[in-house]
Every structure is written in structure tokens, then in C-alpha cells.
């Protein structure tokens, strides 16, 4: 039978509906995460097992857990910083193949002598900030969506990728496109714990930089303040556009550094796999963190266990890798209906009562 | 006015003991309601006091916990607006339900769901023009709403109510957003529309509405009927504010004040707004320790005057000077340095980041300015002056720690966030717009209080506003503005007829 959906604006829901709706949204993403997993071909038995204790109990997968996690430690925080002030930056993994590139030309072309590997994370940096700073343009002087812009500069940056992969970058003595493996200079050392790398403390540092920045310094407030309201920050005197030029940019360079610590810390190559859905975890990660920095932490860590455990499935039980993206999926679209549900009373009506 | 017949006639409508609860408040205690056919039943109360409440579980928006409705003496359960209307209610809000880019026409038929690939198309035009006969009103139908005045999208809307059917009118501040002689013309139209059987409920702030436009007179207070269903010849202006606010009301009055020096000057300004004049060539001066009142009706470039000013938008032709310094070209922050302060006319979009605590909306200001450190900044500095400020203007509704978003606060504490932002001892100039939109007598007050006391101190208080009481009893000056242009000054204190002709432009 047809109903009419009735939505009613709630009076505006308090920190404990706000809570309450986070939890549930949550819960419910998990319960119904584990049912696709088992609808793939999980037993139940395993679950804890492989989603539990080998990602972030056993040391051997802590360890991936921990590297896996530093990329999008980057990802996430990069795209907390657009998201909060409502740039809404869909080409996360461009900038990150920018920051992969200019690393890697950098490695190829043997610059900088001894501070190369810093001269690498440098213009990984400064590769990512470049990408973005287009759209960024377009938008605040020509009022061009940032979607748009964003997303195809991805595909921009993919073809220039290959470009180079096949040409000045290549590696003539591989078969696959890719960069010649970097001299040991040129790789971020290991930390001592499986192939976890230095490349997690950079990541936490930035992390703990953009957390005080937030909080502690008038900046900070206000793009907090701009990201709620911008017109009200404009109304009490704070110059919105510096603003979003600063956060947006920063965004791009963070995105960019974590294409330069792949390249550097984990692959030592550039490849076509470096950027794999880093859009999409990035967003992910940000969503479910609220755009809190201090939270792009634990959640960062529990999306790469996830990827760390897809792994493992596909291996034992034929699941396939894109399983993580339909549980991130799950986890996003859950978190959205959360959101919805908090701010409006849905209730159906039957047509026929209506009439 | 009162007819006999509405004491024997079954009543158009009829509220039995209905109550309603948000959260822990009862917004709507066990009231009871009666409107009789053909009459003109003012409804009155504060806001909060539950007439919105009342109104949205008549017209079937909110369900009620207790008691019942009937219609034509017939039980009836209201569950949703299209029910209301199958019923015949009909209400017609205060922020219109029209799609501005579809004609008056367009936009009825939209409402009764006969659109024109669909059958039904004549019936809904026929309705219409029935309504237009009824009413006499002359509205341009053919073109899209959003060009029209706001008289004209409101007359828009009671076309609608009654080309769906509505034999009972409900009307939410109808003449909130007219002028004098707008709201004249609308109450009389209202009044043949009683005439020809429809019943109205005209929910009102305006005493003087009540007792020259209705017939019967019921007043809410704190979710309570405390007057039901006086007829308006019973009652006086005393009577009724006292029922309204449970004390006595006086207006507040200013004892004029000696001129100070001239603080702000506005030469020859002008301002675009989507390419077309919004300002044109406004000269004005204002000397501290005035007050001077802009009246006119919404959309005549009051919002881009104020804009202009404080430098949200920029000057097309002219100077604006603070103190004889030239402001033109600077910067929000650099006129806030100045002394220029801020009340925009819609707290929420323009003044509020609602989403944000309460102590980060009241620190915003002086953390723009460096005042709370330029380098670091300590929550502790900002709990800190937000504290001193929510003592000074006794916001309630805050959180211990203040930590509560603004969007919970009632719109009078949300006001006085804003207030109590601006209203700071450096401030020189304070451009106000609207700062009593929606708020409550208690409220309305503390804020003209407020810019009072600014203006004693020796601020300059440039006071842009809809409604005219709040203009008259405040402003040492008045002004109006119509269609861009400013009334030209004048040399004694303009009259209520004479500010209506100058906000039609006529003066």
C-alpha cells in the first residue's frame, strides 16, 4: 500500500540524541557489516578472529594495522579540513598522486643531497597544495563547484601518472609501469616494528599540530566558527577567505604528504596503486570523525584494520577485496540516516488515510 | 461587533482540553478554543506563550497528547495539513510557502496538486477566480511570485487557503511584514471575507489590530488560555496587555537626549545587489548618543544599507566616514577596530553560528580583534569572557560551563548572545536591524532597554526596523526607506500617517 512520508523538523536535538544517534548509527553499520561479511562466505566463528584479534591484537597485524593506518591518517585529516568549512574536496587521491609524483621526482633526480628525504616529504607537500589550489581558485573567484573541479582534477592527475610511469619515470628493467625502486636515502627509516615507519609519527604529528591549531590559537577558531556559520564570521570581522585559502591549501599539502610517505615509506616506487580509494577513506574517516582531529585517530586506525583484515579474507575465504568499500559504504550511509534521523520525526501515513 | 448568532450557531471550530509536550515542557496546557462561523477571533500572546502550538495541531501539523477537535460540532482527528484542509482550515504562515520562481497561479495549483499536465486544471482556476471575487483583491497572477511585493505574495497566500477550500482562516501576523496602511487595507479585506461566513484567527502582537479589526479576542500565556472568547467591546488595551504579559506594560520612553558630536556620515551612497540599485544616494548623519529610527517594509534595501555600512558589502558611489575618518573600502575587522558594531535582522544565518556554543558565539568578536590573544588562545580565556558577558546580560539557558549550542537557546537568550557581543564598551556606532523580530514582550523590552543604555553612554544607535512602535519609541530621529531611497530629514518629529507615506515613498 502507498504512504505519504511526513518529515517534521526536530526542535533541535541535544548532545545525548546527538550521542545516542552516533552510537546507534554505529551499531548498526557493524551488525549489518558482519551480516554482508557472513552473506559472503565468513563463518561466524571467524569474525572476531580476523576482524578482532589478527589487525590489532597479534603483533604481526598491529603492525600492518599501524601502517595501513598512516596514509590515512593524512587522507583523513586533509579531508576533515575542507569538509569542516564545507569545501567539499572529492579528489583527495589527485592530490595525493600530485604529493607521489613531485616525491618521486625528487628521488629520481637525486636533489637535495643529505635532507632529500625531507625534500621529498617537501615537495610531496607542495605537490598536493598545488593540485588543489585550482579548484580553489575557480571556486572563490569564479564561484566553480569544487566538486566538479576536485574530481576530474583526480583524473587529471591519474593520466599525468601514467604519463610518467610510461615514459620519463618508468623503470625500463620492470614490466609493470612503475618508477625505479629508491635508494635507501630515499626510504623513510623503519621504526623497528614490522614495516611500521617513520612516516606514522610525521602523520601523528600532523595530526597533533592541526588538533592545537584548531583549539588553540585564534586561527583555529576561526575556521571552527567559519565552518558553522560563515556569514556570522564575516558579520563579527574574520576574513572567511583567508580562511578557507589556508585550511584548503593545508588540506591539499596533507593529502600530497601522504602520496609522499607511500612512495617513501611503504611502496619506495611509484606505481598506478598508490592513490587506491584514498578519496574514499579519507571521507570516511573524516565523516566518522566528525571532522575532529583528535578523533581522526582511533577511527583511522579502525578503517585500515578493516583493510588489513579484507586482505586476509580474500586469501582464506575468497571474499572479495571490495568488500571493505561496501562496509565503509555501509558505515557512511549509516552515519548520514543517523544524522537525519536527528534532525527530522519521520512518520508514515497510509495514502488511503489520507484521502 | 459581537453578532448574537455566534452564541447559538454550533461553532465553526472547536478545541477541547488539548495539551502538547516538547521534552519536558508543556507548551500547551489543556486549552480550550472556540471559534464561531463568520467572526474574527484574535488570538494574542507572547511568543512561546503556545498560539504557534495551538495553531500547528488545528491545522494537523503536530498530533496533541489530550483533548479534542471538532469541526462544524463534528469530532475530527487532524493528522496531517492536507486533512485540515479537506476540513477547511486554512492557514497562512508568517514566512510564506511559495515557490518564488512560479506565478501566483502556478503556485496555487501546485498546492491543490492539479498540475497542469494533470486533470483537474479548470476546477483549481475556477476556485481561484471565486476567491479573487470574494475577496476583491487584485494580485498579479502571472508572474512569478518572487518579483512580487510582500503584500502581494500574502494576498497570494489567502488566494491559495481559499481556493483549497478554507472556510476557516488562520492567519499568523498578517500584518507583521506590512505597512500601516498595507495592514488597513489587508484587515478590511479580511473583514468581507467574515462577512461572506469565512471565520478567521488572527494571531497578533498588535493591540491596536485587535480592538479595531476583531470581533472576539482569546489570549494565551505560557501555554495557557488566560482570556477565552472576550468580545472586543469588553475589553481594553490595559485589559488585554495585562493578560498578555501578566504585568503591567509600560512603553518604554526615552528622555531625549543632547546631541554629541557627529559620529557617522553617509555621503551620497549607493549599493548594487545583483547587479541592480538596492542604496540610492542615501546622505545621512547621525551624532553619538542618538537614535535614529529607519522604518520602512522588508526589501527596500534597509539589509544592504546596514550591510554597507559595516562594510559586509560594497559601496558602489558615495563615502561612509566614523568620526570623520573615511571607512570606505576597510574591512569588517578594521570598522570593528573602529567601534562599529553589528545586530543583524536574522540572528541565526547572519549573527549566530547556531551549532556552536554559546561561549564561542559570545567570544567570536574579541577573538576577531585579538583581544583574547593573538597567538594562543586558551578555552579557559574564552569561558572566561563569555562568563562576564552571560552575568552582565543574564542569558539563561546556559550550560554551567556554556557549552550549550545557541540553537537551543529561546530566541530572546539567542538575542541577547548577539547583544551582549556588540553592546561592548567600545562600541561607538551599533547598526541594529530588526533586533525584536520574534521575541517576546519581556524580551523586546530588555533589548530596547539595552540600546537605550548604548545610547546613553554615548554610542550612536542606527535603528532599522519593521515595526514602527519599536521606531517611535525609541529613535530621537526618523527616517524611512523606500525602494532605496531614504526620506529626505525632516524638521519635527513625522507623525504615524506621515512615516506611512514615507515608507510608500510618497514623502
Known sequence: ?355 | MVAPRTQVAVPALEAHGLAKRFGDALVLDHVDFALAPGEIHALLGENGAGKSTLMNILTGLYSPEAGHVRVGGVAAAIRSPGEALALGIGMVHQHFRLAAAFTGRENVRLATGNLPALRGRGRTDAALDHALARTGLEVPLDVPVGDLSVADQQRIEILKALSLGARILILDEPTAVLTDQEGDRLLAMVRRLASSGTSVVLITHKLREVLAASDRVSVMRAGRMVLAARGVDEVSAEILAEAMIGQDAPATLRSPSPPGAVLLELAGVSVLRRGAAAVRDVHLSLRSGQIMGIAGVGGNGQQELAEAIVGLRRLETGQVRLAGADMTGRSVDQRRGAGMRYVPSDRSTQALAPDASVNDNLAAAAVSRGRLGRRMLLPRYIRAHARGRIEAFSIAGVTARGTRPVRLLSGGNAQKVVLARELDAEARLIVVHSPTRGLDVAACRYVHDQLIEAAKNGAAVLLISEDLEEILALSDDIRAMSRGQLSTPTSERPSRREIGQMMLGHA
Open chain 1, 1 to 355: 500500500m502507498l504512504e505519504r512520508i511526513t518529515l517534521e523538523r526536530r526542535a533541535g536535538a541535544g548532545p545525548v540524541r546527538q550521542t545516542a544517534a552516533y552510537t546507534g548509527s554505529l551499531v548498526m553499520a557493524i551488525a549489518l557489516s558482519l551480516g554482508v561479511l557472513v552473506a559472503a562466505g565468513v563463518p561466524i566463528g571467524a569474525l572476531y578472529q580476523e576482524l578482532v584479534v589478527q589487525v590489532f591484537l597479534a603483533p604481526t597485524g598491529q603492525a600492518q594495522t599501524l601502517t595501513a593506518a598512516t596514509p590515512m591518517l593524512l587522507v583523513g585529516l586533509s579531508a576533515a579540513l575542507c569538509l569542516r568549512l564545507k569545501f567539499w574536496n572529492i579528489g583527495l587521491e589527485g592530490q595525493l598522486l600530485l604529493g607521489g609524483i613531485f616525491a618521486t621526482g625528487v628521488a629520481l633526480t637525486d636533489l637535495g643531497g643529505p635532507v632529500r628525504l625531507a625534500l621529498m616529504l617537501i615537495a610531496s607537500a607542495i605537490g598536493g597544495a598545488l593540485w588543489i589550489a585550482a579548484p580553489l581558485l575557480l571556486r572563490l573567484r569564479l564561484g566553480v563547484s569544487e566538486v566538479i573541479v576536485t574530481l576530474m582534477m583526480t583524473n587529471i592527475a591519474y593520466l599525468l601518472l601514467q604519463h610518467l610511469l610510461f615514459g620519463a619515470f618508468g623503470d625500463p628493467t620492470y614490466n609493470f609501469p612503475s618508477s625505479p625502486a629508491f635508494d635507501d636515502a630515499e626510504r623513510l627509516p623503519r621504526l623497528g616494528f614490522g614495516s611500521v615507519h617513520l612516516g606514522l609519527v610525521i602523520a601523528l604529528a600532523a595530526v597533533a599540530a592541526v588538533a592545537w591549531i584548531s583549539y588553540r590559537t585564534p586561527f583555529g577558531f576561526a575556521s571552527r566558527f567559519a565552518g558553522h556559520n560563515p556569514e556570522a564570521a564575516r558579520t563579527v570581522g574574520f576574513n572567511t577567505t583567508w580562511i578557507i585559502v589556508v585550511s584548503v591549501l593545508a588540506a591539499g599539502a596533507l593529502s600530497g604528504l601522504a602520496g609522499g610517505i607511500i612512495v617513501a615509506g611503504t611502496e619506495f616506487r611509484l606505481s598506478q596503486q598508490i592513490g587506491l580509494h584514498a578519496t574514499f577513506n579519507g571521507i570516511v574517516i573524516a565523516a566518522l570523525a566528525r571532522n575532529e582531529p583528535l578523533w581522526i585517530v582511533p577511527v583511522s586506525l579502525l578503517i585500515a584494520g578493516l583493510t588489513v583484515a579484507s586482505a586476509s579474507l580474500k586469501v582464506f575465504y575468497g571474499v572479495s577485496e571490495g568488500v571493505v568499500l561496501i562496509i565503509q559504504g555501509i558505515i557512511l550511509f549509516c552515519l548520514v540516516a543517523g544524522q537525519f534521523l536527528t534532525t527530522y520525526r519521520v512518520s508514515l501515513t497510509p495514502i488511503e488515510a489520507v484521502r
